[in-house]
């Protein structure tokens, strides 16, 4: 059972480069989250689609696009990378965004960009 | 939004019992406490959550204030794989609002 499998793992972008992160997960679940953590911070969450068909704005959006693709997949794009947004990027779904829902975390993508 | 208020780091030994404690003072009554963990290089795993009442899983034990201004995650034996950050998190407004903050990180001698 993958779970939340994102893609890719690693990569590395000029200041001004474009690239779409891919997140899919195969529990079936309703909620997609993509989140940003910076080193030694929490994590704070950029996007999230409640639903098939819905994406709203987290806490730190600016610079980024999703798109929910179908059920499984929820990607995130930076259409002009900026050293800014160097970070490990997160993906996770849930049954749920309810209060008791619990969060699947994928393994995360490191993005450095120069 | 309500905050938490965690110790930055704890230190504990192998097969010993490790309490991490967490601070909401201004916890609503709608509040939900939730554990989550991150392990180096990984991303965050849920642990435990709960309401008023103490709740027990295979994984810890989160004991609960009777006024909710603070709880408890017990991890009854740890290992070494415990060693991990652990963020305690109070979720009034859905999945979608949940804050992690810089947690605590927990180091498990030999």
């Known amino acids: 059972n993958a779970g939340v499998t994102q893609t890719p793992k690693f990569q590395v972008l000029k200041t001004g480069q474009s690239m779409t992160l891919q997140c899919a997960q195969d529990?079936?679940?309703?909620?997609m989250y993509w989140y940003r953590q910076d080193p030694g911070m929490g994590l704070r969450l950029i996007y999230y689609?409640?639903?098939?068909?819905?994406?709203d704005k987290g806490e730190v959006p600016n610079g980024y696009n999703v798109s929910r693709l179908n059920k499984r997949e929820f990607s995130l794009r930076l259409e002009s990378a900026a050293p800014s947004q160097t970070s490990v990027y997160f993906c996770?779904?849930?049954?749920?965004?309810?209060?008791?829902?619990?969060?699947?975390f994928g393994e995360g993508s490191r993005l450095t960009v120069l | 939004d309500a905050k938490t208020t965690q110790p930055n780091s704890m230190e504990s030994n192998e097969e010993e019992p490790v309490h991490l404690p967490c601070n909401h003072s201004t916890i609503s009554g709608t509040d939900y406490i939730h554990w989550y963990r991150q392990l180096p290089s990984q991303g965050p795993e849920y642990v435990i959550h709960g309401l008023t009442s103490n709740v027990n899983n295979r994984m810890a034990s989160l004991a609960i204030a009777e006024d909710r201004k603070s709880s408890t995650l017990i991890l009854h034996r740890a290992t070494l794989r415990d060693a991990a950050v652990y963020y305690c998190?109070?979720?009034?407004?859905?999945?979608?609002?949940?804050?992690f903050g810089q947690g605590t990180r927990l180091t498990i001698n030999p």
């Open positions: 996770a779904s849930s049954r749920q965004p309810t209060l008791t829902g619990e969060l699947f």
């Open positions: 529990m079936n679940h309703n909620s």
């Open positions: 998190i109070l979720n009034g407004e859905g999945a979608q609002k949940l804050v």
């Open positions: 689609s409640a639903s098939e068909g819905t994406t």
